[in-house]
């Protein structure tokens, strides 16, 4: 089993940037696939981006493709959503989840553990 703990969260212009950081317990972090994905008041959640167990594979949304960057370092167990040309539609709370396996995966009912969320606002 895994726990999440999202951060970095906060307020921000738009075109500007954040990183958020999703710190994971346990030590077998290096089994699991991590995805990040957001929901704004009155949509459904959203599929941002995600990465393998090995650092090899990156996907993203397409509306975030060439502006987020996911990353993860698996000795510090955490994994990065770096966000920049932030617009006011990337406003929502941002979750990342993680499940055992070897691909990425897109859809939240893919996902076991999912962390508390961390609130992102981008003002115009």
């Given at each position: 089993q895994?726990?999440l703990?999202?951060?970095?969260g906060?307020?921000?212009?738009?075109?500007?940037?954040?990183?958020l950081?999703?710190?994971?317990?346990g030590?077998t972090?290096?089994r699991y696939a991590?995805?990040?994905?957001r929901?704004?008041?009155?949509?459904e959640?959203?599929f941002?981006?995600?990465?393998?167990r090995?650092?090899?594979?990156?996907?993203y949304?397409?509306?975030?493709?060439?502006?987020?960057?996911?990353?993860?370092d698996n000795?510090?167990?955490?994994?990065?959503l770096?966000m920049?040309?932030?617009?006011p539609?990337?406003?929502?709370?941002?979750?990342?989840?993680?499940?055992?396996g070897?691909?990425?995966?897109?859809?939240?009912?893919?996902y076991?553990?999912w962390g508390q969320?961390t609130?992102?606002t981008v003002s115009?």
């Open positions: 895994v726990q703990v999202e951060s970095g906060g307020l921000v212009q738009a075109g500007g940037s954040l990183r950081s999703c710190a994971a317990s030590r972090f290096s991590v995805g990040w994905f929901q704004a008041p009155g949509k959640r959203e941002v981006a995600a990465i393998n090995y650092n090899s594979i990156t996907d949304g397409d509306s975030v493709k060439g502006r987020f960057a996911i990353s993860r000795a510090k167990n955490t994994v990065y770096q920049n040309s932030l617009k539609e990337d406003t929502a709370v941002y979750y990342c989840a993680a499940r055992e070897v691909g990425n995966y897109y859809y939240p009912t893919r076991d553990y969320g609130q992102v115009p």
